[in-house]
């Protein structure tokens, strides 16, 4: 069998404040809806633009920097893996949806980005990657955040 690859990169920005939750062994997850803004031009010369909505699913503490620092409107550059999923909703209907799993998160914005320092101006840029997925040992697996742990407010480096 051919190997595969399912790998997603995207600039975007987000369409609403990311939305944090516990599944029931305490592990967080926050999601958030990125939009994709394509320009093209129409076989009649028309300039046309078209925005996709894609969801995006971070778990551990990939999840809980998000949320932490990510509003509405924030600019980010997402790589991860799509994951397709379906369900039962209560209505008895089948429900699928496709997302993105991130495995990196890289805060764009410049200026106000941030849930807590709104209005601070910001320098640089924060890279998060964690390789965590449902099942693995520990929210620290593989898990690496670039120049500082972002334990600490203080320590933020934008």
């Given at each position: 069998m051919p190997a595969s690859l399912n790998r997603v990169l995207?600039?975007?920005?987000?369409?609403?404040?990311?939305?944090?939750?516990?599944i029931p062994s305490g592990?967080?997850?926050?999601?958030?809806s990125v939009a994709?803004?394509?320009?093209?031009?129409?076989?009649?010369?028309?300039?046309?633009?078209?925005?996709?909505?894609?969801r995006v699913v971070c778990w551990a503490?990939?999840?809980?920097?998000?949320?932490?620092?990510?509003?509405?409107?924030?600019?980010v550059f997402v790589e991860g893996r799509?994951?397709?999923?379906?369900?039962?909703?209560?209505?008895?209907?089948?429900?699928?949806?496709?997302e993105v799993v991130a495995?990196?998160?890289?805060f764009l914005s410049t200026k106000g980005a941030s849930k807590q320092n709104e209005g601070a101006a910001q320098e640089?840029?924060?890279?998060?990657e964690d390789s965590f997925a449902p099942g693995a040992p520990g929210p620290q697996a593989?898990?690496?955040?670039s120049e500082n742990e972002l334990e600490p407010d203080e320590q933020v480096p934008f």
């Open positions: 995207m600039i975007g920005n987000l369409t609403r404040d990311p939305e944090m939750r516990y592990q967080p997850v926050a999601t958030f994709l803004n394509r320009n093209y031009q129409s076989p009649s010369g028309e300039k046309k633009e078209e925005v996709s909505f894609i503490r990939l999840a809980e920097i998000c949320n932490q620092y990510l509003k509405k409107g924030s600019s799509l994951q397709s999923r379906s369900w039962e909703a209560q209505d008895g209907t089948k429900k699928s949806t496709v495995s990196s998160v890289q640089g840029e924060a890279v998060i593989g898990m690496k955040i």
